[in-house]
């Protein structure tokens, strides 16, 4: 079992940035591949990023690329999503889940998840 805590969401005026941090307890983080995906309102489960277990591959919605940008620590157990230049459509509860590889792009295909933290963007 892996615990997932994420942190950081709040409400932004549209260009600003906010970063996120995912702390996870329980089995070794090294094991999992992290990501991040988001729900806004009335949609579907959407995949942000991923990063692998080392850290060395990520992986990031086409959509995102060059705006968002995720990293982990392992010595602290710990995701991040660094989030820039942020816009009224990236409103949304931002999600940190474990899994197998940093490949996969399927919410389902993850193991495990935290609650979610809101992200608000203002126009």
């Known amino acids: 079992q892996v615990q997932l805590v994420e942190s950081g969401g709040g409400l932004v005026q549209a260009g600003g940035s906010l970063r996120l941090s995912c702390a996870a307890s329980?089995?070794?983080?090294?094991?999992?591949?992290m990501a991040w995906f988001r729900q806004a309102p009335g949609k579907e489960r959407e995949f942000v990023a991923a990063?692998?277990?080392?850290?060395?591959?990520?992986n990031y919605a086409d959509s995102l690329k060059g705006r968002f940008t995720i990293s982990r620590d392992n010595a602290k157990s710990t995701a991040y999503l660094e989030m820039n230049s942020l816009k009224p459509e990236d409103t949304a509860v931002y999600y940190c889940?474990?899994?197998?590889?940093?490949?996969?792009?399927?919410?389902?295909?993850?193991?495990?998840w935290g609650q979610g933290t809101q992200v608000t963007v203002s126009s």
């Open positions: 990063v692998s277990r080392s850290g060395g591959s990520t």
């Open positions: 329980g089995r070794t983080f090294s094991s999992y591949a």
């Open positions: 889940a474990a899994g197998r590889t940093v490949s996969v792009t399927s919410w389902y295909r993850y193991d495990y």
